[in-house]
């Protein structure tokens, strides 16, 4: 999540959060409430490495903890990584 495409991966969820205006970056900016969500999630493994099949595995993931997708709109793989 760290590298260039998880990196990537987070701005790209940052402007669709802000398309969609799940998030208004007034001076009240607050993401604890939507990333609160995020902490289960664990980056480690094959799954989540530095390849370009990574970042739309992190947006799906991002996504799907966001509430913007379903679970059965997604692959289990990605429900699984979300935990």
Do not use: C, H, M
């Not at 802000?18 to 799954?47: A, H, M, Q, W």
């Amino acid at each position: 999540v760290f590298r260039a495409i998880g990196i990537t991966a987070q701005f790209d969820f940052l402007k669709e959060l802000l398309v969609k205006e799940l998030v208004d970056l007034g001076p009240d900016l607050e993401f604890d409430t939507l990333l609160g969500k995020f902490s289960d999630i664990t980056f480690e493994g094959d799954y989540f490495s530095p390849r370009t099949a990574t970042k739309k595995r992190l947006l799906d993931v991002f996504r799907l903890k966001a509430g913007i997708l379903k679970p059965d709109e997604v692959d289990e793989e990605i429900v699984l990584a979300a935990g």
